[in-house]
């Protein structure tokens, strides 16, 4: 049986994508402005003519994910300014719709309400060409994890994220890291990649992909991401995973914002990010316990701390070197978004906002919580509790002497570790477990203090 010339020109996705775009052209191209729910804005879309198609066009296909962005507050952009009685200021709305500004953009509700809102085509670009072509990749709508994206409208004194983001240390992918992954190095692309670099998070954790060590061969460093906006808030839809956000707000989180697991002292738990909150799926331990020779614990263990845990080696996880110990920190309402994300709205062009996104901790967060009565008395706490961490830990590595005797092998020790007793092997962990948390006891006073009472004594025996 012979094909007619258009189902042999464009297959049969194609005559889908034809048949839905005259769909569209006769039932949403040129409507008749009907009134909103109070009879007195016309709204419709018959100027949407552009390359702008809207992204009740985009849900003939994706449906899930339209589903899903059209319970977030992007979707309801727009509404927000008109409930502000600023939906017709162009400071505003290029931020709030679809386009506004550009050829084909958003104008107004009556001519262009598909428009409206941050929709699909604010961040994947506009999409006519796809549309009415679907077979042609290289017209399919851009999908990238750069910060760059959110930065067109999160930044400024009223939604400061991008430049606050700009100064964490999540705004930079290490150089050794970034480099293994662009040689194919198994160590970058499956083990520090996880944590370190946005792609590879992104495919692994949030996908759930596997991923090949040469899969950034050919690719440029400045094409590589960090750890980005993306990476910890799913653009597309609310999560249910904040602990307590401001009435209507979300924050679209991908993993919990507060989880609070039982402590154990076991590899496969201490190293299991399915047991944390948000931060602790990259914060939490690798696996490395005292025994070990070559490299001290990785600067990675704060929720380990924060539960009172850390890994011991198999058959010993009920003998630890100190007993767990639950944190006076865990009351804290929202966990480590209480104090290393504090958030002030808005208040004058001397008072911008603060959107915690430098993840530096801010005492005002102290006294908001209730946990402390004022922001002085939060601070005098936090420096006495410093002070007597920084005099352990300079006592425990007094104590440890020279390091050509007692460091790990990869940090210049003895090249034959057997020369290392046992007592020191469990103090340098200690010490090692204590110092990287790098809080200086604030994620667990006790815990800490306990762990460097327990180093001293191993070295003074």
């Known amino acids: 049986m012979s094909r007619n010339p258009v189902e042999s020109k464009l297959g049969l996705r ?27 804005t016309p709204k419709g879309n018959s100027g949407l003519t552009g390359k702008f198609v809207g992204s009740a066009r985009c849900s003939l296909c994706h449906v899930n994910a339209h589903t899903n962005w059209s319970q977030t507050l992007h979707a309801g952009a727009l509404d927000t300014l008109e409930a502000m009685g600023q939906d017709k200021n162009p400071v505003c709305l290029p ?12 104008v107004d509700r009556a001519t262009t309400d598909d ?19 679907i077979e042609d990749r290289s017209l399919r709508p851009t ?29 930079h992918l290490q150089d050794a890291v970034a480099d293994g992954m662009l040689a194919g190095s198994t160590s970058s692309v499956q083990n520090c990649g996880l944590c370190h670099s946005g792609d590879i998070f992104n495919e692994v954790q949030v996908k759930g992909e596997a991923i090949a060590d040469n899969a950034f061969v050919g690719r440029q460093k400045a094409d590589l991401n960090p750890i980005t906006c993306a990476v910890c ?52 331990s690798r696996g490395r316990v005292w025994t070990e020779t070559g490299r001290a614990p990785h600067h990675s263990n704060q929720s380990n701390i924060y539960v009172g845990e850390m890994p011991m080696p198999a058959g010993q996880e009920n003998a630890p070197l100190v007993f767990s110990r639950v ?66 830990l300079a006592n425990v590595r007094r104590l440890l002497g020279e390091p050509a005797a007692w460091e790990y092998s990869s940090a210049g020790g003895p090249e034959d570790q057997g020369t290392v007793s046992d007592a020191v092997k469990q103090a340098r962990f200690l010490y090692y477990y204590a110092l990287n948390d790098g809080s200086k006891g604030m994620h667990n006073p006790a815990y800490v203090r306990d762990m460097l009472l327990k180093a001293e004594q191993l070295l003074q025996n």
Do not use: K
Request: glycine share 12%.
């Open 14 to 40: 194609g005559i889908v994508a034809v048949m839905l775009g005259l769909t569209w052209g006769m039932i949403g191209g040129c409507p008749v402005p009907q009134p909103d729910g109070d009879g007195t």
């Open 95 to 106: 931020c709030h719709t679809v386009g506004f500004g550009q050829a084909g953009g958003f």
């Open 115 to 133: 428009l409206a809102g941050v929709g699909c085509e604010t961040c994947h670009g506009a999409a006519r060409d796809h549309v009415e072509n």
């Open 143 to 171: 999908v990238s994890l750069s910060s760059a994206l959110c930065a067109t409208c999160h930044q400024g004194e009223h939604h400061p994220q991008s430049e606050e983001w700009a100064e964490s240390g999540h705004t």
């Open 233 to 284: 808030h799913d653009p597309h839809r609310r999560t249910g995973n904040a602990a307590a956000p401001d009435e209507g707000r979300d924050f679209q989180l991908r993993f919990r914002e507060v989880a609070t697991p039982r402590a154990t002292n076991s590899i496969a738990a201490a190293t299991d990010r399915t047991r944390f909150n948000l931060c602790g799926q990259c914060h939490h």
């Open 327 to 392: 944190s006076v920190h865990s009351f804290a309402p929202e966990q480590c978004a209480t104090c290393h994300m504090f958030r002030q709205d808005f208040q004058s062009e001397v008072a911008p906002a603060i959107s915690g996104h430098t993840f530096a901790v801010n005492l005002a967060s102290c006294a908001q919580s209730g946990c402390h009565p004022s922001v002085g008395q939060a601070r005098a706490v936090q420096a006495t509790l410093r002070a007597e961490i920084d005099g352990r």
